[in-house]
Nanobody
Framework: QVQLVESGGGLVQAGGSLRLSCAAS????????MDWYRQAPGKQRELVAAITSGGSTSYADSVKGRFTISRDNAKNTVFLQMNSLKPEDTAVYCC??????????????WGQGTQVTVSS
């Protein structure tokens, strides 16, 4: 079984920064895509940032230029550096990883979520 554990959320003032981490543990053969999603109260979950196994990144328009996704393959960890935070960034942030537990078995795993609150 694979588990994802997030950390780094919290309360910050507008204009501030936070760095989220998500570490995978368990029997892992390889990890493909790593993503960060967020869901604000009353809104649909949205993809915030994604990074492929090769290091290619993509971002939601709302966070481009402010957020940076990165990964440490040796530690099975993905990061989300969030700068110039705005109140509208307030949400529960979840990581998702596409994990191969063998050459033939690939599944998606989700973290439990971490709250990010940005005060105005």
């Amino acid at each position: 079984q694979v588990q994802l554990v997030e950390s780094g959320g919290g309360l910050v003032q507008a204009g501030g920064s936070l760095r989220l981490s998500c570490a995978a543990s368990g029997y892992i053969f390889s990890i493909n895509d790593m993503d960060w999603y967020r869901q604000a109260p009353g809104k649909q979950r949205e993809l915030v940032a994604a990074i492929t196994s090769g290091g290619s990144t993509s971002y939601a328009d709302s966070v481009k230029g402010r957020f940076t996704i990165s990964r440490d393959n040796a530690k099975n960890t993905v990061f989300l550096q969030m700068n110039s935070l705005k109140p509208e960034d307030t949400a529960v942030y979840c990581c998702k990883m596409v994990v191969a537990t063998s050459r033939l078995r690939v599944s998606s795993y989700w973290g439990q979520g971490t709250q990010v609150t940005v005060s105005s």
